[in-house]
């Protein structure tokens, strides 16, 4: 996911602060297999609503996506970024 948003950023011309994504995967093995990847997706800070939504979309639409097998959902979410650090002192 994140070489893909990387791949999208740098061919849109969009310079995001920071990019990651955690992937948490759950299988359910039983007469079929069933599996859940739950994404949290890390855009960083200071993006456009409109930048945000491209890379937001590209990590969804990943290739490895395609490649599984059976039964699989996606579950993406959007990480808030976080408050600015400062030093008060």
């Known amino acids: 996911m994140v070489l893909t948003m990387a791949a999208v950023a740098a ?6 602060t920071r990019l990651g994504a955690t992937v948490e995967g759950r299988t359910q ?3 079929d297999t069933r599996t859940h990847f739950a994404s949290e997706i890390d855009l960083g800070e200071g993006l456009t609503p409109r930048e ?3 890379l937001f979309n590209a990590a969804r639409q990943c290739e490895v996506h395609k ?3 059976g ?3 996606f579950e993406e979410r ?3 970024p976080s408050l600015p650090l ?3 002192g």
């Open 11 to 16: 061919h849109k011309g969009i310079h995001p």
């Open 29 to 31: 093995l039983a007469t």
């Open 52 to 54: 945000e939504r491209i």
């Open 67 to 69: 490649m599984l097998h």
């Open 71 to 73: 039964t699989v959902t």
């Open 78 to 80: 959007r990480l808030e």
């Open 86 to 88: 400062h030093d008060d």
